[in-house]
């Protein structure tokens, strides 16, 4: 169905699923690092996404299927219209990877430390053929520029004589390259000093409003999120259980598991401290095997029905909720992959 | 309240040479604070300020090139403070793990992924008890239950258990001989938000359950705001700020707290937060004068030659800045 597809989406994520196997001896276990996911991203109104959630919940196994860096068991992906889920590799550099590019958590293992950075940002153009030989040196260095560097400042030097922010100013620079439409950033704050944490958003943010850049920003810092993002999605155990924007869904949360997850973040106030206490997962592996819920075992709220039945998606005033509490209330919107 | 743990001027280095060219890493430079008994002491800063070296010179892990030039270390040990590097490796010995104990940073892969949890509890308790097996398992046991972790733990794997788990299966065995300091490097960093806050939950009970004393070494200040109730601010190897939580973040006074504390984000509030600019220095090539006065927005001539000294300006409140020392 791809008519469905218009140009008007950037990129619509259908039912993206991964299944990893386990094997132990001669049996298997079968394990959804990602489940059934829906969401889609607007063309024409740049945004920053957020894809919050624990370690294991499935958000960078999420990020490198869109980046085709892994291949779905099932579901579909389309970006501007055309269906990206199985596309030839030659098709994908000449057209995929100019649009959406990657920045990682470390830039430092991003980047060999044999080469000069400036490299990759030189290599980057002339392999996508953005720039010709005469006309890099000025891509490169507006490049830089719209990250806060100048090519003057980094010519010649090799990673280890530039700060943790710096080179990931320069990730994300040589991201950017290829003028793509859509950036895909994996964590990229999480390896920095909270003096440098803060100048990273916010070049985020500044991509996204002056150079209208979408930018998916994986995460497990909700605080940055909610900071920088327009809107977050909140995975456990490879669902999404809540989408919707950062003023609704942080604000006041709806699902189980992301108040608590809400009320976990150590917020730098000394008058917001903890007050009750909090009940932990005793292994991974056991949630995401769980019928039902796999919340259930650590949800206060937690019902009869939760244990055996997967919770449906229910949309309740422009978010999206995977909850049995909700199931009751009369569901709004009837398009369910539109953006809020 | 008295202090239970001190230090004087504690001065360690890294010292190293190679191709005759001597190198000196001024991890902890001139450090004095006295720790009180049953606080929660935070040290913050960012990586590479000397939070982690300090912590293994209060534990006596000084090991080439890691070197002490000046300082003491004074711990409370029966009535009288007692300086433990000057003492015997056997006087420590007996202080280590009883008295004083540490939590590494990554403590969640320093279980024996061979043994189960219960072995690793016995090996730990009989090096240190004269106590039988039965004994000793009871104690665990009991302990474990004690802080609210499953009782299937004892039996278990390494690998059978979540990172988080594991962390609090190496807390619980660091403090099962009621240590009555507790020095624990970045306990939370690497865990998720909700395993974070059930770590900090555990140690807040070990604090009520043996009175110790936590000296918690942290760059999460979020962490530092909820557990820590009085902070010490490292830049460059030296204290430039302490005081009570309250004030580190409501009053802060030397312009590095001051940034740091307006960087972070808040969960109810998306004005624009700027970051300090420029970089942490090296340590091995420190600017002069004060450290942070490259990246300062109110430095001064003096700043670039002189180094302020920590000075008490209200009571339990002190700092290292010419700005508030207002000379």
């Known amino acids: 169905m791809p008519e469905l597809h218009s140009e008007e989406t950037l990129l619509q994520v259908e039912g993206l699923t991964k299944v990893f196997t386990i094997r132990h001896g001669l049996a298997s276990t079968r394990f959804m690092a990602v489940d059934h996911v829906h969401f889609s991203i607007q063309a024409g109104r740049p945004e920053i996404l957020a894809i919050a959630g624990e370690s294991g919940s499935g958000k960078t196994t999420l990020a490198q299927m869109i980046l085709g860096l892994v291949e779905p068991t099932s579901g579909n992906l389309f970006f501007k219209g055309r269906n990206i889920t199985h596309l030839p590799a030659r098709e994908r550099r000449a057209w995929f990877m100019k649009e959406v590019q990657p920045v990682f958590q470390d830039p430092f293992s991003a980047f060999s430390p044999l080469k000069k950075v400036e490299s990759y940002l030189y290599e980057t153009a002339l392999n996508f053929g953005v720039a010709d030989k005469k006309n890099v040196d000025t891509h490169v260095d507006n490049t830089l520029g719209t990250v806060g560097l100048s090519l003057r400042e980094i010519k010649g030097r090799y990673p280890n004589e530039l700060s943790g922010g710096q080179m990931q ?29 803060m100048s990273i958003v916010n070049t985020l943010r500044d991509l996204k409003e002056a150079h209208k850049v979408n930018v998916i920003y994986i995460t497990h810092d909700l605080a940055t999120a909610f900071y920088a993002a327009d809107r977050i999605a909140i995975m456990l155990r490879g669902w999404v259980v809540e989408l919707g924007s950062v003023e609704q869904v942080l604000g006041q949360p709806l699902h189980p598991y992301t108040q608590i997850l809400k009320h976990s973040v150590p917020e730098p106030d000394p008058a917001k401290k903890w007050k009750e206490k909090v009940v932990l997962a005793r292994a991974e592996t056991e949630e995401f095997l769980r019928a039902g819920c796999k919340f259930a075992t650590r949800c206060p709220r937690v019902m009869d029905i ?15 909720i995977k909850c049995h509490l909700y199931t009751e209330s009369p569901a709004s919107g009837d398009n369910p992959l539109a953006s809020s | 309240m008295h202090t239970i743990l001190e230090t004087h001027d504690l001065k360690a280095y890294y010292i190293s040479q190679a191709y005759g060219v001597r190198r000196t890493v001024k991890a902890v430079d001139g450090i004095s604070l006295a720790i009180q008994e049953n606080e929660v002491y935070g040290v913050a800063g960012e990586s590479g300020c000397g939070k982690s070296t300090l912590l293994k010179v209060l534990l006596r892990m000084v090991t080439p090139p890691l070197t002490v030039v000046g300082g003491e270390v004074n711990y409370e040990v029966g009535e009288q403070m007692q300086n433990i590097l000057t003492m015997s490796e056997v006087e420590f010995r007996d202080l280590r793990w009883k008295e004083i104990s540490y939590l590494p940073q990554g403590s969640m892969h320093v279980l024996n992924p061979v043994k189960r949890i219960r072995d690793t509890f016995r090996d730990f308790i009989k090096a240190h008890t004269t106590l039988s097996t039965r004994e000793m398992d009871t104690l665990a046991r009991d302990y474990l239950h004690e802080l609210g972790l499953p009782d299937k733990v004892i039996q278990s794997f390494p690998h059978q258990l979540s990172g988080g788990m594991r962390q609090r299966v190496t807390i619980a065995l660091a403090t099962i001989l009621a240590p009555r300091v507790v020095l624990a490097d970045e306990p939370t960093t690497a865990l998720d938000v909700v395993v974070q806050r059930g770590v900090i939950q555990l140690l807040e009970e070990i604090r009520l359950r043996s009175k110790s004393t936590i000296v918690l070494v942290t760059h999460d200040m979020g962490v530092h705001a909820n557990f820590s109730e009085r902070i010490g601010v490292l830049y460059a190897g030296k204290l430039i700020e302490e005081a009570d939580t309250q004030t580190i973040f409501n009053h802060p006074v030397h312009p590095y707290t001051q940034h740091l504390i307006r960087s972070l984000p808040k969960l109810d509030d998306k004005s624009i937060r700027l970051s300090i600019p420029g970089k942490p220095p090296a340590l091995d090539n420190l600017p002069g004068g004060c450290s942070f006065h490259p990246r300062c927005p109110y430095a001064m001539e003096k700043c670039k030659i002189e180094t302020p000294p920590l000075e008490l300006i209200e009571s339990g409140h002190r700092a290292a800045c010419f700005l508030v020392s207002g000379q």
């Open chain 1, 169 to 197: 100013r320069v990730a994300i620079a040589r991201a950017l390259i290829t003028n793509p439409s859509l950036l895909v950033a994996d964590e990229p704050v999480s390896m920095l000093d909270a003096s440098l944490r």
């Open chain 1, 306 to 320: 939760c244990k055996q039945d997967v919770p449906p998606d229910i949309w309740i005033e422009g978010r999206l």
